[in-house]
């Protein structure tokens, strides 16, 4: 096979599934790591992906990329849709008990299944006394919005500084009113889970947040879709051993289910 030819299909590979290791593509082609290194070289110069450590990524994962929600809300929708399934069945029948849901598209959708449980118990009289809702803490403003007046919910909403791109809460204020709370589960999105890097996300103010909402919670539970698996952006929140349970979409790559799993981390694949 002619350099390029492989090159191509490196390319490929790597926009599939967002990375690929030196060490992999070296067993896939049956070429030496140094001859990968070398066609990885030259591709980061024609653009076509970026070197990372170990690696390469698509060139699209920039540390400091982020998109809105309402453009995040489209994508991926049947994935989100399957962990957010996931996320819920940790949630009791009963609608008791305390949780945070974090700002996210992934978690918007466990609050839009939320939503409809609810008014599902409302529609049966399943619901529980008024001193035995279920609260639901967030910072988001789509959240808040799907959760507001649900029969069943006590939803509290953190205030702070509204940041357009996510639409939710950040600030000093913010975090100081996460670290006052001690919900049961936190559901905690991210855009990026890395084995070395633990949790990431490109604002230094939402990764603030994330972090306080890790430290006050009893159980963490992050929800990924697998396009955020093995990504690293700008500001680590939380580290694997911070975690409890990881949802996704798609088995995490070697090195990183190696990782979680040393971390004691369950994983779950919707």
Do not use: C
Not at 82 to 91: G, H, P, S
Not at 117 to 134: C, I, K, M, V, W
Not at 138 to 165: C, F, N, Q, Y
Not at 230 to 246: G, H, I, N, P, Y
């Amino acid at each position: 096979m002619f350099a390029e030819e492989r090159q191509q299909l490196i390319v490929g590979l790597i926009y599939a599934s967002g990375r690929a290791s030196v060490t992999d593509l070296a067993e896939r082609f049956s070429i030496t790591t140094e001859t990968i290194r070398r066609d990885l070289a030259a591709l980061e110069a024609a653009g076509s992906v970026r070197r990372v450590h170990g690696g390469a990524v698509s060139p699209d994962r920039i540390s400091t990329t982020e998109e809105s929600i309402l453009e995040r809300t489209v994508q991926r929708q049947p994935e989100k849709t399957r962990i957010a399934e996931a996320a819920l069945a940790l949630i009791p029948q009963a609608l008791t008990g305390s949780i945070l849901i974090d700002a996210g598209s992934t978690t918007e959708a466990l609050a839009e299944l939320l939503s409809a449980r609810a008014a599902g118990a409302a529609a049966t009289g399943n619901l529980p006394a008024s001193d035995a809702e279920l609260v639901v803490i967030t910072h988001s403003l789509p959240i808040a919005s799907r959760l507001s007046g649900e029969p069943g919910i006590a939803l509290h909403l953190l205030g702070g500084k509204v940041r357009g791109l996510t639409q939710a809460a950040v600030g000093q204020s913010t975090v100081e009113a996460a670290r006052r709370i001690r919900p049961d589960i936190a559901f905690i999105g991210t855009n990026g889970i890395h084995a070395a890097f633990g949790l990431s996300t490109p604002d230094p103010e939402e990764a603030a947040v994330k972090a306080a909402f890790v430290q006050s919670a009893r159980r963490i539970v992050v929800l990924a879709d697998s396009s955020k698996l093995d990504a690293e952006t700008l500001v680590q929140f939380a580290s694997l051993k911070d975690l409890d349970t990881v949802i996704t979409d798609k088995q995490p790559s070697r090195e990183l289910a190696d990782a979680l799993a040393e971390a004691g981390v369950e994983v779950v694949v919707a």
